[in-house]
């Protein structure tokens, strides 16, 4: 059996619906593919920035916003600081919520859903466009003729790795061990928590809260996942066991993210990567599901027009966000390479901050100064003048909204 289509997505995650969605909208014969029977439970520490929600092309309810987040609470374990407001504000969602309401806007535009349905293999033409791919729906295989495709299939693209343009290596992949928890005696409810320490290589160890006693919590590490639990285990018993002293496990959201590009290019012919395929995160923090939404619609709204650069409209749109983002990952890499005492404050310094211009300076400091340095900057962020930068830059990102 084989079916003809103007689009074709794979994945129906963030990206993949908001990339059908945009098609759809846009008139093109749109099909999208997910391998899942239905949508389940993801792995997702389910915080969303509100910073980011201007540049969305649609409004996300209010019921999928399930939890309110002032601010983020950074800490080593000894020193720590609080921040609040502006870029710190976030909300927590139910990912599994949330992507089948992404998944049914994208079914209301138009496209037609194959749940069920993996991608097997491609085809290339002549000109090396892919013709034609191959998908296994049950046990039979389907043959599906696109004009147009989009990669939203995640952490190592399949369709990267037929393609043969994948390349890992050893830090290219960020790995997570997670669990949702009840009963945890949430120290700040409203506020989500990070932590920095020997637990967490290269990354950070996380309280996400989804109400007082309900919370995502969990550790991530750039050196691999051989280790996680046992850092997991470590976290709660040294760095969080009044929190969690009472917890039960409920919902394993161990996972794995794109901490460095595995692609050369965003678009190779008439394949566009999005979302995780395409490492369209931002750093520190690793936060994908606004940027992979945003990023998702420009792929639809490129692949059912003519008239539009799909790299260039993403520089457009989110550009400085991607740039800052690298300059930071390539910041925290060195880190790891500090002096024990210094670097996970220096990071915890980079995380709260995103402060790249004094990053030079810091291991030339002793760990007072450091201190000195973090709880002066925590003063000056949470200042009004902070308050005013944020508020014409808003202004500015509404001036020069596209939907």
Not at 9 to 36: F, H, M, Y
Not at 159 to 175: E, F, N, P, R, V
Not at 300 to 310: C, D, R, V, W
Request: with cysteine.
């Amino acid at each position: 059996m084989t079916i003809e289509c103007d689009v074709l997505v794979v994945g129906g995650g963030p990206a993949g619906s908001s990339a059908a969605r945009a098609a759809a909208k846009n008139g093109a014969k749109t099909i999208l593919i997910e391998k899942q029977k239905e949508i389940k439970d993801v792995p997702c520490a389910e915080g969303i920035g509100s910073y980011l929600f201007p540049l969305l092309p649609f409004k996300i309810p209010k019921n999928q916003l399930k939890w309110k987040i002032k601010g983020i609470v950074f800490s080593d374990g000894e020193t720590e600081i609080i921040q609040q407001g502006h870029f710190y504000k976030a909300w927590s969602i139910e990912r599994r919520e949330f992507d089948i309401w992404l998944l049914n806007e994208a079914k209301r535009a138009g496209t037609q859903i194959l749940m069920n349905t993996e991608f097997i293999d491609l085809k290339l033409s002549e000109n090396d466009y892919v013709d034609q791919i191959t998908a296994k729906q049950e046990k039979k295989n389907i043959k599906i003729k696109a004009k147009k495709i989009i990669a939203a299939d995640g952490v190592e693209s399949n369709i990267a790795k037929k393609l043969g343009i994948l390349k890992k290596t050893s830090d290219s992949i960020g790995y997570v061990y997670s669990w949702e928890m009840k009963n945890v005696d949430v120290r700040y409810p409203y506020f989500e928590q990070m932590y920095l320490g020997d637990f967490a290589p290269g990354a950070y160890g996380y309280v996400f809260p989804k109400s007082n006693n309900v919370a995502n919590i969990g550790v991530g590490s750039t050196k691999g996942d051989k280790n996680l639990e046992k850092n997991f285990n470590m976290f709660m018993e040294e760095i969080i066991p009044r929190q969690v002293k009472n917890a039960e496990k409920t919902i394993d959201r161990s996972g794995v993210a794109p901490v460095k590009t595995m692609i050369d290019e965003i678009q190779y012919g008439n394949v566009y990567f999005t979302g995780d395929a395409a490492n369209q995160n931002l750093k520190p923090y690793v936060e994908g599901n606004l940027p992979a939404i945003i990023c998702g619609d420009i792929a639809g709204k490129t692949a059912s027009s003519e008239n539009q650069n799909y790299e260039q409209s993403i520089k457009k749109k989110l550009g400085k966000q991607f740039r800052e983002s690298d300059k930071l990952l390539n910041e925290l890499l060195k880190i790891e390479n500090y002096p024990k005492d210094k670097k996970h404050l220096i990071s915890m310094y980079m995380f709260a901050f995103m402060d790249i211009k004094n990053m030079a300076n810091l291991p030339k400091l002793d760990v007072s100064q450091i201190k000195n340095e973090l709880f002066r900057k925590s003063r000056q962020v949470n200042g009004f003048i902070t308050m005013l930068q944020y508020y014409i830059w808003y202004a500015k990102i509404l001036a020069t909204r596209r939907d």
